[in-house]
């Protein structure tokens, strides 16, 4: 499922295109690395619901309490087991899933640039194309008007394709791609040959010398080019190595480190500067200065310089105003690029952090998805992969919901990246809670009558607190 929503996602840039299967296989295998710690809580809510509904619809869970054995005392064994996984999953997500991460976005990124309508450009020859230089006047998807095809493929030979208009696909081997034109011509020449002279230096003729060559009009041609010269070109890992999702804890935590600093730093720098073009501040460090330096009895220091408006005249006016306007203007443009570069290291900040507590949450959402399901499976009493299945499907999806809206929400900064990361283990961890209770005292929790008689008895205690406090 997971794989597929990958593909869903990414279908425009994979379709279309000279994609080797190697390159398709080596990217889904990537991908499924990245989304092992995605998809490792759903197999563990799953195989937990059918195991213990197995065991409680053959009456062996039962019997296993029947010979004093309690629920968790049988469930030990695979408690440790999905704690082993859980810590494995936690090293799997710091030190492969980086690199998983590091290769697809690579791979992918190079299949975004190999898009072959991409190459063509209005109004400009395109020449990525090895032997080809192509020109259109519009492009619109895969459609263009007014193509230009010069053919250099053969060295001996120039060939022009003209058509007015035309659209472009790929082949199936992915190997070539067409252009079904429409009122079109070609001209066909050789190309010019060096001349050949005799020894009394005259020019031998030859039928080289004449060029010939052939104009063939149409109404519709298809154009064959071959792809080989069009081959994906691999990127420089190191254009993403820097990414949040392509580091481990202990780099993501150098890293918000350095930004730390040099956030303080570059504030600390803009700050003094401020204060150093401020008249004010000025002043009082040439008044320290003066007050520190030791002048002999001849010497006095300079008094400061005092000007009254109203002694200076217009045109002086005019040009301190306009002085003044200019240094706020320059202040202001100053503080504004000083706010958005912090918000730029604050945002790198916040997807640091939150890629910190992803490794930790969805190594808990293993334990708690587990717990969920083991007594969900004995007290449903159903096993195989019928309802199992179904109920493991919705869990999954609340759990993927939870997720979803709490990373977004430390995303977009409305709650903290340790809120928004631990959000879908905070709300299942109590439910976690209420299913093994339910099923450790053997009490149905999906009998209406019981809540209602729960809530019923709430309430009352409730009435009669609020009847003592009043008394």
């Keep these: 499922m997971l794989i597929m929503q990958f593909f ?35 197999a563990i809510l799953l195989s937990s ?56 976005h690579s791979i992918i990124y190079d299949i975004q640039n190999t898009k072959i309508s991409t190459i063509l450009s209005p109004g400009a020859y395109a020449t990525e194309l090895d032997g080809y230089a192509i020109k259109v006047d519009e492009v619109n998807g895969d459609n263009f008007t007014n193509i230009i095809i010069h053919d250099h493929t053969n060295n001996n030979e120039i060939k022009t394709v003209r058509a007015k208009d035309g ?14 034109l429409n009122t079109g011509s070609i001209v066909e020449e050789l ?26 009009k149409f109404n ?94 217009k045109e002086e006016k005019l040009a301190s105003i306009t002085y003044v306007q200019s240094s706020l203007r320059r202040k202001i443009d100053n503080i504004t690029s000083q706010g958005t570069f912090m918000e730029s290291i604050n945002h790198s900040v916040r997807n640091y952090d939150i890629e910190v507590h992803r490794k930790f949450a969805l190594t808990y959402a293993i334990i708690v998805l587990f717990f969920i399901g083991a007594p969900l499976g004995a007290i449903v009493r159903k096993g195989g992969f019928g309802a199992p299945v179904v109920i493991a499907a919705l869990l999954f999806m609340i759990y993927f919901i939870l997720f979803s809206v709490g990373e977004n929400l430390a995303k977009e900064e409305m709650v903290s990246p340790f809120l928004g990361m631990w959000f879908a ?37 409730r009435k009669n607190e609020s009847s003592i406090t009043s008394v």
């Design 425 to 461: 283990g905070i709300v299942l961890t109590p439910f976690a809670f209420i299913l093994m209770r339910a099923a450790i005292n053997d009490s149905p929790i999906f009998v209406l009558e019981n809540w209602g008689k729960f809530f019923s008895r709430f309430m009352k205690k």
């Design 167 to 180: 659209r472009m696909y790929k082949s199936e081997n992915g190997k070539y791609i067409y252009f079904e």
């Design 220 to 313: 519709q041609a298809t154009y064959k080019i071959d792809l080989s010269g069009f081959a994906l070109n691999k990127s420089e890992e190191e254009l993403f190595k820097n990414d949040h999702e392509m580091l481990t804890v202990f780099q993501l935590d150098d890293a918000i480190d350095s930004l730390q600093k040099k956030a303080d730093n570059t504030t600390k720098g803009f700050v003094e500067q401020v204060l150093n073009d401020h008249i004010t501040y000025q002043s009082k460090l040439v008044a320290k200065r003066d007050t520190a330096k030791n002048f002999s009895k001849d010497e006095k220091p300079l008094p400061a310089r005092t000007i009254l408006w109203d002694t200076i005249s």
């Design 49 to 104: 619901i059918v195991t213990f509904g197995n065991l409680s619809e053959n009456n062996e869970l039962t019997a296993l309490k029947s010979s004093g054995l309690s629920l968790l005392r049988i469930m030990r064994p695979l408690i440790i087991l999905v704690s082993i996984i859980a810590i494995c999953t936690f090293y799997f997500a710091n030190y492969v899933i980086p690199v998983a991460n590091l290769k697809w």
């Design 8 to 42: 869903w996602l990414y279908i425009d840039d994979l379709m279309g295109k000279g994609i080797e299967v190697s390159v398709i296989l080596q990217l889904l295998f990537y991908v499924s690395a990245s989304l092992i710690p995605l998809a490792l809580p759903l």
């Design 191 to 216: 190309s010019s040959q060096a001349p050949v002279f005799n020894e009394q230096g005259d020019l031998i003729p030859t039928k080289n010398n004449n060029r010939p060559g052939r104009r063939t």
